[in-house]
């Protein structure tokens, strides 16, 4: 049995996430890990209303808040323990992770 870890990053700081990014892929190429990606999704522009008071009747607002936030999702197929390490890494507080593992049967093994 195979494992595919699905890893996204998100950052609205794109440095720090390119960063971590080549960081991911020097490892991966470093274990001789299949890696696929990055690759890029396109930055998502955000817009978060500012409320001058935090009565609810009271309609005033500043200029929103708007910002970017930038996608990068790769794939290491097998290398469970490097999956594992790289999941469990502590990441700036401007970097989100999710990791997503896959079981992938090979053809012929039958479920038990």
Do not use: C
């Amino acid at each position: 049995m195979t494992f595919v870890t699905r890893l996204t990053l998100q950052s609205g700081d794109r440095a720090a996430l390119d960063g971590i990014v080549d960081d991911i892929k020097t490892s991966a190429e470093r274990k001789g890990a299949a890696l696929k990606g990055p690759h890029s999704r396109p930055p998502t522009n955000l817009s978060v209303p500012q409320h001058q008071r935090l009565h609810a009747d009271d309609g005033r607002e500043f200029p929103s808040w708007q910002y970017t936030v930038f996608t990068r999702e790769l794939e290491i197929h097998g290398h469970d323990s490097l999956a594992r390490n790289i999941a469990s890494q502590n990441f700036p507080d401007s970097v989100h992770i999710e990791a997503e593992v896959e079981q992938i049967r090979g053809m012929g093994q039958g479920q038990r």
